[in-house]
T-cell receptor, first 108, second 113 residues
């Protein structure tokens, strides 16, 4: 099956800093989603972005499907941005395959 | 409803007990998925429904796991004779159609003691 690698595994930020999370995948994809898992365990949808660039407030994402990677940008980070960020892809079937996640800690 | 709803949020079961986890998907969503998330890992696929048809159950870890969606809406994941290794968060997701954006419920945290 498709392999999904996220980097870095852990990220510690000072409040107000910017950061980039990366997701590499091993095959072509039909769907790519970024999620934020909050402390209560719920997966919050951030972006549905199989290709191109999207922005939502302080967050933006870019997927370059031909080069098999996606980037999630967090600008002016806040303590509420803390949590685990997951990239998940669908290749030639219908199952979301998740990366191992990036744990982000934003310090005040 | 507005989002995917799962119940119970937490379940503690004694080893050997049967449990049933409920998922109420977003209204009109044809596709429904169950995932299992172990501590510190990403969710792993368990099973997929299109309407009431279970099209893929390849991720179910053993024959103690059973899922159904009899009327193409609410789904139940049942685990018989629970074992300690079944302890995990069970997540339900739904989407308008397969391969489209999936939305997840809050999950059920199962602890088997």
């Amino acid at each position: 099956g498709i392999q999904v690698e996220q980097s870095p595994p852990d990220l510690i930020l000072q409040e107000g800093a910017n950061s980039t999370l990366r997701c590499n995948f091993s095959d072509s994809v039909n769907n790519l989603q970024w999620f934020h898992q909050n402390p209560w365990g719920q997966l919050i949808n951030l972006f549905y972005i199989p290709s191109g660039t999207k922005q939502n407030g302080r967050l933006s994402a870019t997927t370059v499907a031909t080069e098999r990677y996606s980037l999630l940008y967090i600008s002016s980070s806040q303590t509420t941005d803390s949590g685990v960020y997951f990239c998940a892809v669908i290749s030639n079937d219908y199952k979301l395959s998740f990366g191992a996640g990036t744990t982000v800690t934003v310090r005040a | 409803g507005a989002g995917v709803s799962q119940s119970p949020r937490y379940k503690v079961a004694k080893r050997g007990q049967d449990v049933a986890l409920r998922c109420d998907p977003i209204s009109g969503h044809v596709s429904l998925f169950w995932y299992q998330q172990a501590l510190g890992q990403g969710p792993e696929f368990l099973t997929y429904f299109q309407n009431e048809a279970q099209l893929d159950k390849s991720g179910l870890p053993s024959d103690r796991f059973f899922a159904e969606r009899p009327e193409g809406s609410v789904s139940t994941l049942k685990i018989q004779r629970t074992q300690q290794e079944d302890s995990a968060v069970y997540l339900c997701a739904s989407s308008l159609a397969r391969r489209l954006e999936a939305f997840f419920g809050q999950g059920t945290r199962l602890t088997v003691v």
